[in-house]
């Protein structure tokens, strides 16, 4: 902006701009302190069959409780994280939380869901995160199987060859990998070929458009865009989840699509972990009936 306005004007230096500067930064202190300090939990959202119904996994998803300012939201406090090592710290913090949670849903639930993490892009490049990662699961006695791991378009993408290498040695360790948030990136299907992923992650942004449509009961054309997507992954090997599922009519629209799970607040919002085994043994129940 201040270029905008022409080099010889003399741009008054912001007071909200050094706040929101100064903000940050104290944001990140405490940030650094906030593992240690036992501030950061996680929440499960539940991963739900489309075709039979039923829980069949949960995303970790991780929270930090502020002692001042309350509740502070991933989207504000994760990408401070990545500005630094801390995002290593919290990185292992969660992957130790949702294994240890696992190995517990296991016994509420007399079968192993699915926990899905989320890796940062500094994770992806981390030197001997697949060790991190194997060593995690012994710890907790986790079969591989039951371990996914989240990587975004734009961490994959960054340093293509890279991501390759480690989603390949995590997927030897018998883990199974995702890409997060597919739509809001390139979206290239070209990457989509070239990377060793399991499942494919469809951004909430294209359900969003199903929801706009009024077009009565076919849902027009983005039904076409999302079961186009969801044929193509399939044809790949892929798995799909649907993210963001609001409505019941999405939840159909989605599941008409030939998307494999889904995942939104129309099912479940991210539950602390006493909820989510209360879930698991309502809908487990549920899934055996109708297995
Ligand atoms: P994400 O990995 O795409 O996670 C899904 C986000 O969508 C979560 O937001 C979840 O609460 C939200 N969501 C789920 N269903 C619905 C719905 O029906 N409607 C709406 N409006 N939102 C829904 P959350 O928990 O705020 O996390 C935001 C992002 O922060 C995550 O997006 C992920 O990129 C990042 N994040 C969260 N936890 C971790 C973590 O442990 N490690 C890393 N590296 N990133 C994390
Ligand atoms: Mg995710
Ligand atoms: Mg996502
Ligand atoms: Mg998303």
Same mark, same amino acid.
């Given at each position: !902006?201040?270029?905008?306005?022409?080099?010889?004007?003399?741009? /008054?230096?912001?007071?909200?701009?050094?706040?929101?500067?100064?903000?940050?930064?104290?944001?990140? *202190?405490?940030?650094?302190?906030?593992?240690?300090?036992?501030?950061?939990?996680?929440?499960?959202?539940?991963?739900?069959?489309?075709?039979?119904?039923?829980?069949?996994?949960?995303?970790?998803?991780?929270?930090?409780?502020?002692?001042?300012?309350?509740?502070?939201? /991933?989207?504000?406090?994760?990408?401070?994280?990545?500005?630094?090592?801390?995002?290593?710290?919290?990185?292992?913090?969660?992957?130790?939380? *949702?294994?240890?949670? @696992?190995? $517990?849903?296991?016994?509420?639930?007399?079968?192993?869901?699915?926990?899905?993490?989320?890796?940062? =892009?500094?994770?992806?490049?981390?030197?001997?995160?697949?060790?991190?990662?194997?060593?995690?699961? $012994?710890?907790?006695?986790?079969? /591989?199987? $039951?371990?996914?791991?989240?990587?975004?378009?734009?961490?994959?993408?960054?340093?293509?060859?890279?991501? $390759?290498?480690?989603?390949?040695?995590?997927?030897?360790?018998?883990?199974?990998?995702?890409?997060?948030?597919? =739509?809001?990136?390139?979206?290239?299907?070209?990457?989509? &070929?070239?990377? /060793?992923?399991?499942?494919?992650?469809?951004?909430?942004?294209?359900?969003?458009?199903?929801?706009?449509?009024?077009?009565?009961?076919?849902? =027009?054309?983005?039904?076409?865009?999302?079961?186009?997507? !969801?044929?193509?992954?399939? @044809?790949?090997?892929?798995?799909?989840?649907?993210?963001?599922?609001?409505?019941? &009519? +999405?939840?159909?629209?989605?599941?008409?699509?030939?998307?494999?799970?889904?995942?939104?607040?129309?099912?479940? &919002?991210?539950?602390?972990?006493? !909820? *989510?085994?209360?879930?698991?043994?309502?809908? +487990?129940?549920?899934?055996?009936?109708?297995?």
């Amino acid at each position: !902006a201040a270029k905008a306005r022409g080099r010889d004007r003399c741009v /008054p230096f912001s007071r909200a701009l050094l706040d929101a500067a100064h903000e940050r930064a104290e944001l990140a *202190a405490d940030l650094r302190q906030a593992v240690a300090a036992g501030e950061l939990h996680v929440a499960y959202q539940p991963l739900v069959d489309l075709a039979r119904g039923g829980t069949v996994g949960f995303e970790a998803l991780v929270r930090w409780q502020h002692p001042q300012r309350g509740n502070v939201p /991933p989207a504000v406090f994760v990408p401070l994280a990545e500005e630094s090592e801390t995002i290593l710290q919290l990185g292992e913090f969660v992957l130790d939380s *949702a294994l240890a949670a @696992a190995a $517990r849903f296991r016994t509420t639930a007399g079968t192993s869901p699915e926990v899905s993490v989320n890796l940062s =892009g500094h994770q992806l490049q981390q030197p001997g995160i697949e060790d991190l990662v194997a060593r995690a699961l $012994r710890r907790h006695d986790v079969d /591989p199987a $039951r371990l996914c791991l989240e990587v975004t378009e734009s961490a994959a993408v960054a340093d293509l060859s890279a991501a $390759r290498d480690t989603l390949q040695g995590l997927r030897s360790l018998g883990v199974r990998t995702a890409l997060d948030d597919f =739509g809001t990136g390139y979206s290239s299907l070209s990457y989509l &070929r070239r990377l /060793p992923v399991d499942i494919l992650k469809i951004d909430k942004s294209f359900l969003d458009d199903l929801a706009d449509e009024r077009g009565g009961a076919g849902g =027009g054309h983005g039904v076409a865009v999302l079961a186009g997507i !969801a044929s193509l992954a399939g @044809a790949l090997g892929l798995l799909t989840v649907a993210e963001g599922i609001e409505t019941d &009519r +999405v939840r159909e629209l989605v599941a008409r699509a030939g998307c494999t799970w889904g995942q939104g607040y129309h099912f479940a &919002r991210p539950l602390s972990e006493d !909820a *989510a085994h209360e879930h698991l043994r309502q809908n +487990v129940r549920w899934r055996s009936t109708t297995a």
